[in-house]
């Protein structure tokens, strides 16, 4: 079932093109957006989330137009939004900003309402400061909070623009659990700069870059473009696209091979390097 | 962190529900607001040491009004206009859910219903004060209830206008501010012209200071420095100015309803034209 379809999607600030004609569909499962800053990520995640409008191309988003207020309306019904920065108004506690958000998400009956945000706040692990203000929340915390939030009502459609910025490890691991769950039964579009989160949670991963796209296929599928490009060895390669040197002391060559060094397998990582650097290069060559 | 089997939870698929829980949500912020907290515990501080000293309504109650007018009233501008715009903060999360702007505006317009019934509950303080404990009579000796020598009707009108109204429109007149104008300091601005405005235009010639949003209907005599009597002024028809009062308390509630009324413009104009009539006649009739 297919829960977003964006066609010929356009979208400029001034003369920067944000979002460059682009088509995608999403259907059910968790996709992932990965691209560099200022890919148009979330320029993307913003139109699919009713926050924007398109200047070109139409958008339909759970089988609504966002362009009409009744088909927006619908949409935000049934929609799970954590934009990449948000702040806090002054003086609320977590169950009180939560429930507030519960209101405004139609959650008229007192009890639901607050069963609701109970296991909202329980399931992005807050239940110990629920009566804390967020002033005093870390900023990993906080994240979470807005993520509950998103999570409110079991949306069928959950967009969230970088959902592990500020998180731990241990957080970032509780946080793939929760939404590969949510996954199951909705639409999941998450934008991130961890290819890490994307290789553990996505089936589907689209590479964004000036508004287009890249690449739109599996996470396997971007994987395998790196075959045969990824060595490590004892010195960095001088043609290698990208190279760092690892904990054990050898260096990974990304791109080209110094003598000697061992091929091994990619990461979805080295694959996104990969493919962003030749995009890089490509311009590089089309430009001089 | 829980994970709980999902389950189809959606709150009203169809028409928005009415919008009483959210007016009921923004009325607990307002009423738990440090501001107003501050303004009524200062108000029952000087009602207290008025009781202590017998000296509530020593002269008249009319004198009684300044200070609810300007703690709840010049503070509850405030208020309101800070919690129309503290959500501006959550950027893009407020937006993206089904209530829509003009429903938030008329849950924070009924949140002015607060700062009202602590004004109704003052002027009832004032009329029952004044009741058990009638003003001294001038000359002394004479007998005197209620409000002294002066008619209830004008009397009760003018308490009205000057506490109840006064406490109900610097709030419905902050949230209008806050919509048209929210950026920082135009609460600040917006408090400046009024107080000053008030103050100010008391001295217009004539009868031109009944166009003010507020004065002082209270004209006292004072010899050596002792305050000796007050009565209603001349110059204002209390009924009048309530009804004036009244009209322009619609008409900061249309204004901020106005910003983002949608499909609802044209009803609103009309109603806010009709308002605008209706003070235009009430202050005529007041003046004359």
Known sequence: MTDVVLDRIGKHYGKDV??????????????????????????????????LAADTGTVRVLGQDPLTT?????????????????????????????????I??????RDARHDEVRRVVDAVDLTDVATKRIQSLSGGQRRRVLLAQALLGRPGLLVLDEPTNGLDPAQRARLRDLLSTAGETSTLLVSTHQTDDVAALC??????????????????GLIATADGKVWMSGERSSLARNAWRTGS???????????????????????????????ALAEVGSTS | MTITPPRPVAPAEQAAPPVTTLALAEARRY?????????????????????????????????????????????GFVIAHRLTTSMHRTGDVVGTTPTTPLRRTAALCLACLVPATAGVVLLLIDVVFGAIWPPEPVPP??????????????????????????????????????RWAPFRGSALLGVVLLVVGCAYGDDLPGSWFAVLPWFNFSDSLVTDGIFRASWLRDGAIPVWTCVYYACLCGLAAVA?????AGDHRRTLLTTGAILAVGAVLAVTFSMS
């Open chain 1, 18 to 51: 944000a979002l460059d004609e682009i088509d995608l569909t999403f259907g059910r499962g968790v996709t992932g957006l990965l691209g560099p800053n200022g890919a148009g990520k979330t320029t993307l995640l913003r139109i699919i989330a009713t926050a």
């Open chain 1, 70 to 102: 009744r088909g927006r309306t619908a949409i935000r019904r049934r929609l799970g939004y954590l934009p990449q920065e948000a702040g806090f108004p002054r003086g609320f506690t977590v169950f009180r900003f939560i429930d507030y958000f519960a």
């Open chain 1, 104 to 109: 405004l998400k139609e959650w008229d009956d």
């Open chain 1, 203 to 220: 089936e589907r991963v689209v590479v964004l870059e000036h508004g287009r796209v890249l690449f739109d296929g599996s996470v396997s």
């Open chain 1, 249 to 279: 002391g050898l260096w990974r060559n990304v791109g080209a091979p110094p003598a000697g060094a061992d091929l091994v397998a990619p990461t979805l990582e080295d694959a996104y390097l990969m493919l962003v650097g030749d995009r």
């Open chain 2, 31 to 75: 009423a738990r607001h440090p501001l107003f907290l501050l303004a009524g515990s200062v108000l029952i501080v000087a009602l207290g040491a008025g009781l202590v000293q017998r000296e509530v309504v020593t002269v008249s109650a009319l004198e009684g009004t300044v200070a609810p007018a300007f703690l709840i009233g010049v503070f």
């Open chain 2, 141 to 178: 000796g004479q007998t005197v209830a209620w409000f002294g020598d002066q008619p209830t009707v004008p009397m009760l009108a003018a308490l009205v206008a000057s506490i109840v109204l006064a406490c109900l429109g610097g709030p419905l007149l902050g949230v209008a501010v806050a």
């Open chain 2, 256 to 260: 901020a309803l106005l910003r983002d």
